[in-house]
């Protein structure tokens, strides 16, 4: 099992002209980069945008970091950096008229061939990022009667040295044969990472020039041993075109290495080559194909008379475009702000690390989708760090198992110093005296990156007398993110979610069942959890989600541990493996404490004796004294889904009660009051069946009506809410974001179709329409667990039938869309028997394709 193929796919749908709904079409300048029209490969993208005279581009790769875990050389906030390769400008213009301006311009972006055109005055040009190869391709024509010099300006970063205390970001410029080339080298002690941007042109002459004083024949000062002292002027080259009118070819090669002795110039020279070879026409051909054939896996296609349906479906489709273009066949996934789009440079807010209630927004509507290669990166980079997360639960935490915390470099945690890790242990489990640190420990953290979860409880900078000053939160060990423990949780149920859909055992246990394994051990072997007089195990000083301080039997790890467990036994069982251990993860299981409640004497959030108990966040006492509700067993681990309801009726009232409290209580009848860019309230209402709450959620999330309320840094992003490409600088400056985008693909995929357990491990059940709003209509085709892929339409507000493919065979389980009615089964169009009741059970055939019809 394990090989998932789309055999469904619909002769009667115009994919092009569905996937077309969402194409972004400009008849207008940009007026900020952050506008632009993005495209990518998963591994390297950009945005394009224009300058009266230029097309621009910032070239950015997934596998260019300027520092890892080790650094000591980036302890202010924000400013470690990574992706960016270079600038790429095509100018058209020397002396002369301007060419792209409001006037006469017309940009659009074509989802369904992931191509970008851009017209001007007299010149224009197509762009794609090859799918098959790391080259941007691009054919520009210049018609105009008095054709100029058109230069391609390759444009460094930043200086080209820079040295930051112990780091070094070097760039060089140089000409190989007639292409131009870009060069960046990072290195702190043993890291070392490089990159290499080549530019070639082919159909017509050009010059390269740059403006040294040997015109970038040969290095200029060679023989200087020190850094930037005496460093090159230059921080740009040019390829000068021929002035003719016609149409010439451009491709952009990138390559990326943490290894020294790789040579990025050559390989970044050889995709360009290889591309001169192949010409535009044949690579835009070979590009069309893979993207043709990536959109007809799956689709969702919707209408109402308000509109409002055609308008999360052009964001859905618009979601899955950029999922295939940031994040794909790469080794680490796009950082969740800016991902491979940043246009201003290399500094964003919130800096080159991984904060997983941030990424995990982008992956979560990918799998219903059917398109389990845009996961990978994910899964790479997590696997990968996996024996740094062993070593980081023994070391900060004095547990087993693994530790992944919410923020984390992309390769992981460094390895501490013995007396560094005990002094870490004492402080963070509050056995020592936080004003009792030592200097050595004081000294250690200061020169660590704030964000980073270990070192989060440095508040902010700032210089005093010429000295970098951290003050702590106030409270002691506690940051924002140090003690919140569910992220690793988030990860490992991803892993087990990949098998659900692809039921392949390879997969779980290689890549899935030592993450699943390695969670639940952390927890259940952290010191601070104790098993006490009520025969409970409860868990004492943590955070939750950047709240609820020192708190016990926090929300945050409380589901975690709930989640995670009925996982790890269900995967131990399927692979028969650690039999030995099942009865004590049972024992520790069966007595968890319960999640916590507002009928807990000590909840941060009480509620009156005649109302129904709602979800908490915490129990208290909490040292921020915060108060409030905690939807989290809707969205997390499949704790609370709609076949809950029959399983764990207390679960599920309580879920439904707190929606309810929340509704009133914290956004006065208006669930688009909910709606912030990272907000999981579209996804909870979808998921629990309330189709016009979550219609009020996901348009008023797809709209950002909260931006001014919610966004970071909202001034300094010029108080935009979203740009002209349906993008959002929630996070900050270059910190371009499609949180939201993924939230609502999630909570759409839910309210179309479901295929979700009664709880964490069990078998799932699949549902068709259960929160479709009233006046949508539609059709879809989505991917449920155990590769059953599921089509059906909604249409006057009748469900005509449902097809299903099993590409894997086994059990179906599926909510009779018809409420009790009888049912006939159809396999290959030929009935074999009528079935009846509220589920309906049947078995299948790797390949059956099967349909379900009201009697």
């Known amino acids: 099992m394990g090989k998932v193929e789309n055999t469904l796919f619909n002769p009667h749908l115009d994919y092009r002209k569905l996937i077309s709904r969402g194409d972004l079409h400009y008849e207008h300048t940009v007026k900020r980069s952050e506008g632009g029209l993005p495209i990518g490969n998963g591994r390297m993208g950009s945005l394009v945008w224009?300058?009266?005279?230029?097309?621009?581009?910032?070239?950015?790769?997934?596998?260019?970091?300027?520092?890892?875990?080790?650094?000591?050389?980036?302890?202010?906030?924000?400013?470690?950096?990574?992706?960016?390769?270079?600038?790429?400008?095509?100018?058209?213009?020397?002396?002369?008229?301007?060419?792209?301006?409001?006037?006469?311009?017309?940009q659009h972006l074509s989802l369904y061939d992931a191509l970008a055109s851009i017209e001007g005055d007299g010149v224009n040009a197509q762009l794609f990022a090859s799918a098959h190869d790391d080259v941007f391709a691009i054919r520009a024509e210049d018609h105009r009667e008095a054709p100029q010099v058109i230069n391609i300006k390759l444009k460094m970063l930043r200086p080209a040295e820079v040295v930051t205390k112990h780091h070094s970001a070097i760039s060089s410029l140089s000409i190989h044969h007639d292409m131009?080339?870009?060069?960046?080298?990072?290195?702190?002690g043993s890291y070392y990472c490089s990159s290499a941007l080549v530019v070639g042109i082919s159909g017509r002459d050009a010059a390269a020039r740059m403006n040294d004083e040997f015109g970038g024949r040969e290095p200029v000062g060679a023989f200087r041993e020190t850094k930037v002292l005496g460093q090159p002027n230059e921080t740009e080259i040019r390829l000068c075109v021929k002035p003719e009118r016609g149409r010439f070819e451009l491709f952009i090669g990138t390559a990326a290495s943490f290894d020294r002795h790789t040579d990025v110039v050559a390989e970044a020279v050889n995709q360009v080559e290889r591309a001169r070879t192949a010409g535009f026409d044949k690579m835009l051909a070979e590009h069309t194909a893979w993207w043709n054939k990536y959109w007809s896996q799956s689709y969702i296609q919707l209408r109402s008379p308000d509109g409002t349906a055609e308008f999360v479906e052009m964001h859905y489709t618009y979601y899955l475009y950029l999922m295939a273009s940031n994040s794909r066949e790469g080794r680490y996934p796009p950082n969740f702000g800016g991902m491979l789009l940043s246009p201003r440079g290399d500094l964003r807010h919130w800096g080159a690390m991984h904060w997983w209630n941030n990424l995990n927004l982008y992956y979560n509507a990918v799998l219903p989708s059917g398109h389990y290669e845009?996961?990978?990166?994910?899964?790479?980079?997590?696997t990968a760090?996996?024996?740094?997360?062993?070593?980081?639960?023994?070391?900060?935490?004095?547990?087993?198992?693994?530790?992944?915390?919410?923020?984390?470099?992309?390769?992981?945690?460094?390895?501490?110093?013995?007396?560094?890790?005990?002094?870490?242990?004492?402080?963070?489990?509050?056995?020592?005296?936080?004003?009792q640190m030592s200097i050595r420990f004081k000294e250690y953290a200061h020169v660590k990156p704030p964000h980073e979860s270990r070192w989060n409880w440095k508040m902010a900078e700032r210089f005093v007398d010429g000295k970098l000053v951290y003050p702590d939160r106030g409270y002691g060990p506690f940051g924002f993110t140090t003690h919140m423990f569910a992220s690793q949780v988030g990860i490992a149920y991803h892993y087990w979610q990949y098998y659900e859909y692809t039921l392949d055992q390879t997969w779980l246990h290689d890549r899935a069942y030592p993450l699943i394994k390695g969670t639940a051990e952390f927890f259940r072997n952290f010191?601070?959890?104790?098993?006490?007089?009520?025969?409970?195990?409860?868990?004492?000083?943590?955070?939750?989600?950047?709240?609820y301080i020192d708190g016990k039997d926090n929300?945050?790890?409380?589901?975690?541990?709930?989640?995670?467990?009925?996982?790890?036994?269900?995967?131990?069982?399927?692979?028969?493996?650690?039999?030995?251990?099942?009865?004590?993860?049972?024992?520790?299981?069966?007595?968890?404490?319960?999640l916590p409640t507002s009928d807990h004497p000590d909840a941060v959030l009480r509620t009156a004796d005649n109302e129904h108990a709602v979800w908490a966040g915490s129990l208290g006492p909490v040292l921020d004294q915060r108060s409030g509700t905690d939807l989290r067993p809707g969205r997390f681990c499949s704790l609370c889904t709609l076949e809950t309801a029959d399983d764990n009726p207390d679960r599920f009232e309580t879920t439904m009660a707190t929606i309810k409290y929340d509704e009133v209580n914290k956004y006065g009848g208006d669930w688009s009051r909910s709606a912030s860019e990272m907000s999981a309230a579209a996804r909870v209402l979808a998921g629990m069946g309330l189709a016009e709450e979550f219609k009020q959620a996901v348009l008023g999330q797809l709209n950002c009506v909260n931006a001014d309320k919610e966004y970071c840094y909202y001034t300094d992003t010029g108080k935009v809410k979203f740009?002209?490409?349906?993008?959002?600088?929630?996070?900050?400056?270059?910190?371009?974001?499609?949180?939201?985008?993924?939230n609502a693909a999630a909570a759409l995929q839910s309210a179309l179709c479901q295929s979700q357990p009664d709880g964490p491990g069990k078998d799932s059940v699949i549902r068709i329409f259960p929160a479709c709003p009233a006046g949508w209509e539609g059709e879809f085709s989505l991917w449920c667990h155990g590769g059953f892929q599921v089509t059906s339409q909604l249409?006057?507000?009748?469900?005509?039938?449902?097809?299903?493919?099993?590409?894997?065979?086994?059990?179906?389980?599926?909510?009779?869309?018809?409420?009790?009615?009888?049912?006939?089964?159809?396999?290959?169009?030929?009935?074999?028997?009528?079935?009846?009741?509220?589920?309906?059970?049947?078995?299948?055939?790797?390949?059956?394709?099967?349909?379900?019809?009201?009697?």
């Open 50 to 106: 224009t300058s009266p005279s230029a097309i621009k581009l910032q070239i950015n790769r997934v596998d260019v970091y300027a520092n890892d875990s080790s650094s000591q050389s980036f302890n202010q906030r924000h400013a470690d950096y990574a992706y960016g390769c270079g600038f790429v400008d095509i100018d058209f213009v020397d002396y002369g008229q301007d060419v792209f301006h409001d006037e006469g311009i017309r």
């Open 180 to 188: 131009i080339v870009l060069k960046q080298e990072f290195s702190e």
């Open 374 to 382: 845009l996961f990978q990166p994910y899964f790479t980079m997590y």
């Open 385 to 435: 760090m996996y024996d740094s997360c062993a070593r980081a639960a023994e070391q900060q935490w004095g547990s087993t198992g693994i530790f992944i915390p919410e923020v984390v470099s992309f390769s992981g945690l460094e390895e501490l110093p013995d007396d560094i890790a005990a002094e870490m242990r004492d402080l963070y489990l509050l056995r020592k005296p936080w004003d």
């Open 527 to 547: 010191p601070n959890l104790k098993k006490e007089a009520d025969g409970k195990y409860h868990i004492y000083h943590t955070i939750s989600d950047e709240k």
């Open 555 to 594: 929300m945050d790890s409380m589901a975690a541990m709930h989640g995670i467990m009925p996982v790890l036994l269900r995967a131990s069982e399927i692979l028969g493996v650690d039999e030995e251990m099942r009865p004590i993860w049972r024992e520790f299981y069966d007595n968890l404490a319960p």
């Open 723 to 742: 740009f002209e490409n349906r993008l959002t600088v929630r996070e900050g400056v270059n910190c371009i974001s499609a949180q939201r985008l993924g």
């Open 795 to 855: 249409r006057d507000g009748v469900i005509p039938f449902v097809q299903i493919n099993s590409t894997l065979g086994g059990l179906c389980r599926i909510r009779n869309p018809w409420g009790d009615a009888l049912v006939s089964l159809h396999k290959f169009a030929h009935k074999i028997k009528t079935i009846n009741g509220t589920l309906l059970e049947f078995e299948t055939e790797p390949g059956d394709q099967l349909e379900l019809l009201s009697e």
